[in-house]
């Protein structure tokens, strides 16, 4: 159970791949103790968990998206985030998973050059630009860069702050091009990116909301 205040404020456009607007979304709660008995059918094995259990935390987030309007068919979407867990520790809902070329689920982040829910974290600051040309009304080219830290800034006003690599660094940069349809059935967007954390490309499909 969590007891949540939010503020939000949306002047896009357009519901998917806006052309200009502005998007802050942000959020501070208290989440309490969580405690889950399982039960399990016999079939399953007895060395599985039988109770879970979190501890009291603290979570602050906080996102701002401008879309800059260069030209009638140019833009440039930029996006800063943050969040910052006061505990670091398995929990219901309180990880995200980062990776993939569009956001999922709540829980999940789009980060392109990273595959779907390749990391798993609870505090980041992150940094997203892209540049966006309109082919036509609804037919448009997308090339996306991005950068993830998972020290800092949080570790500047918490000295016991715990870090969470990002396989063996702290941060990762990632890129990537895309073809993107507004369609009756939400976006479809064909992708492909890398980052500095591997050499290979990876490639992304969103057919409307199925991913």
């Known amino acids: 159970m969590s007891l949540t205040a939010f503020w939000k404020k949306n002047t896009s456009n357009k519901p998917f791949f806006p052309t200009k607007g ?3 979304n942000t959020s501070v709660g208290y989440h309490f103790v969580n405690e889950l008995d399982i039960q399990y059918i016999d079939e399953l094995p007895g060395t599985l968990p039988e109770t879970f259990n979190t501890n009291p935390y603290m979570l ?4 701002i998206a401008n879309i800059f309007a260069v030209s009638e068919k ?3 979407p930029v996006t800063a985030q943050i969040r910052y867990a006061t505990k670091v520790a398995q929990g219901l ?3 995200v998973g980062v990776g993939g070329f569009f956001n999922n689920y709540e829980t999940t982040l789009d980060f392109w050059g990273a ?3 390749e990391f798993q974290v609870h505090s980041f600051s992150l940094l997203q630009a892209s540049l966006q040309y309109d082919i036509s009304r609804n037919l448009l080219v997308i090339v996306k860069a991005n950068y993830m830290n998972t020290e800092y800034p949080m570790k500047l006003w918490d000295d016991g702050f715990e870090v969470e690599p990002l396989n063996s660094d702290n941060d990762i940069l990632g890129w990537g091009v895309g073809l993107a349809y507004r369609s009756i059935l939400g976006p479809i967007l ?3 990116g890398s980052s500095d ?3 290979k490309w990876i490639a992304g499909i ?3 909301f199925w991913h």
């Open 115 to 117: 595959q779907f829910y």
């Open 197 to 199: 954390n591997s050499s």
């Open 190 to 192: 064909l992708t492909a």
């Open 22 to 24: 502005l998007l802050i």
């Open 74 to 76: 140019l833009s440039i």
């Open 93 to 95: 809902n309180q990880q």
């Open 206 to 208: 969103s057919l409307g």
């Open 60 to 63: 602050a987030e906080a996102r």
